[in-house]
């Protein structure tokens, strides 16, 4: 079945990088996302990257897929205080709707 | 858009009582999930619908939740009757059936005592 595993804390300094990792198990993996959720909020969908990418940049984010080893990262540059929340990555496998979520990444920025 | 639309935003009942979630789906959109969201166990999918048909409700805790769909723009998630150990936020997200990107409503904060 899948599963999906997040470390589950990071703080960095603000105006330094972030890197969020996630690793998945399901090799069917077609779509691979990250959300962020802010206190008391829902969960807003930042990046996704297809499969057969090893690397997407949007702005600030990047991601970078490697599948051989079923690991994908967030990387956010000059990461600001605003940043902080929680991360979750997701993975969606085959042509199924649903996607399964990891347990979240709590990014703390200081400054 | 108005995006995901979900009430109430908090809901605070009594052990026993009779609980239902609202969901409106972004306009178009053609499947529709529902997640519960706790400290313990992180996100949960519930159910999940595709036009309007329950594709895979092996995430329904028991018998006592249960959820429809009877049109496109509308879903409920009932639970009767509810135990304190229900108490999570409770997400409804919509996407079109091939698209990648699912969107997220703001969730209801269930609080049963």
């Known amino acids: 079945g899948e599963d999906v595993e997040q470390s589950l804390f990071l703080s960095v300094r603000e105006g330094d990088s972030s890197v969020i990792n996630c690793t998945y198990t399901?090799?069917?993996?077609?779509?691979l996302y990250w959300y962020k959720q802010e206190p008391g909020a829902g969960l807003q969908l930042l990046t996704y990257i297809f499969s057969n990418m090893d690397m997407k940049q949007d702005q600030r984010l990047t991601v970078l897929l490697n599948k051989k080893d079923k690991h994908l990262s967030l990387r956010i540059a000059d990461t600001q205080t605003g940043d902080s929340a929680i991360y979750f990555c997701a993975e969606r496998a085959g042509t199924a709707s649903k996607l399964t979520f990891g347990t979240g990444t709590r990014l703390q920025v200081t400054l | 858009d108005a995006g995901v639309i979900q009430s109430p935003r908090h809901e605070v009942t009594e052990m026993g009582q009779e609980v239902t979630l609202r969901c409106k789906p972004i306009s178009g959109h053609n499947s529709l999930f529902w997640y519960r969201q706790t400290m313990m166990r992180g996100l949960e999918l519930l159910i999940y619908f595709n036009n309007n048909v329950p594709i895979d409700d092996s995430g329904m805790p028991e018998d006592r939740f249960s959820a429809k769909m009877p049109n496109a723009s509308f879903s409920t998630l009932k639970i009767q009757p509810s135990e304190p150990r229900d108490s999570a936020v409770y997400f409804c997200?919509?996407?079109?059936?091939?698209?990648?990107?699912?969107?997220f409503g703001p969730g209801t904060r269930l609080t049963v005592t």
């Open positions: 399901d090799s069917s993996s077609t779509y």
């Open positions: 997200a919509s996407s079109l059936q091939r698209d990648t990107l699912a969107y």
